[in-house]
T-cell receptor, first 114, second 116 residues
């Protein structure tokens, strides 16, 4: 799986958009970009994933650059409850046991301030 | 409500005393796995199971056992716990859908284990 690089921490004001970047310059053609978050030692929570098109769901938007070497997770109106560690994970689409493993890096600690 | 349930949430035990952490999911997921999370090391996979009676080692399986006798349950067994197994443990599950479609993993709320 491709490695990812994320800033260790970011701050955001409550109500503003939070834009979390992720670099994955070695991503290959069949690898997806996943985002999970972990709120203070709770179980990680799935947010969104994409291959090459931008994606949006009720939680967030995912913008993937045309060359797919980087992506941005956007929380449109951050709240205090969005304070968490956000993980960007790149993994392939192949099926099979070891391919379902999620490799978590250090992630970005997003702090939403009142 | 779709969920992965782990028990207990907190456990303090002594070295060598066998323990089991249970994990149950209500989503009919084929795939289940266990992770441990340690400061500075992140989340690491211990064992996984593709379906009933099919289990395999993850990245850090030493000192752990698992079983998958029913689709919904995937207990983690520590036959002889040691202090280096003090950690935060997470169980996760997901579908292994056909056609290459990927689906998200659901995680339990965690079990904080302390071995003294």
């Amino acid at each position: 799986d491709a490695k990812t690089t994320q800033p260790p921490s970011m701050d955001c004001a409550e109500g503003r958009a939070a834009n979390l970047p992720c670099n994955h310059s070695t991503i290959s053609g069949n690898e997806y970009v996943y985002w999970y978050r972990q709120i203070h030692s709770q179980g990680p929570q799935y947010i969104i994933h994409g291959l090459k098109n931008n994606e949006t769901n009720e939680m967030a938007s995912l913008i993937i650059t045309e060359d797919r070497k980087s992506s941005t997770l956007i929380l449109p109106h951050a709240t205090l409850r969005d304070t968490a560690v956000y993980y960007c994970i790149v993994r392939g689409g192949a099926r099979g046991g070891s391919n379902y493993k999620l490799t978590f890096g250090k992630g970005t600690l997003l702090t939403v301030n009142p | 409500e779709a969920q992965v349930t782990q028990n207990p949430r907190y456990l303090i035990t002594v070295t060598g005393k066998k323990l089991t952490v249970t994990c149950s999911q209500n989503m009919n997921h084929e795939y289940m796995s266990w992770y441990r999370q340690d400061p500075g090391l992140g989340l690491r996979q211990i064992y996984y199971s593709m379906n009933v009676e099919v289990t395999d080692k993850g990245d850090v399986p030493e000192g752990y056992k698992v079983s998958r006798k029913e689709k919904r349950n995937f207990p983690l067994i520590l036959e002889s716990p040691s202090p280096n197994q003090t950690s935060l443990y997470f169980c996760a599950s997901r579908y292994t859908s056909g056609g290459g479609k990927l689906t998200e993993a659901f995680f339990g709320q965690g079990t904080r284990l302390t071995v003294v």
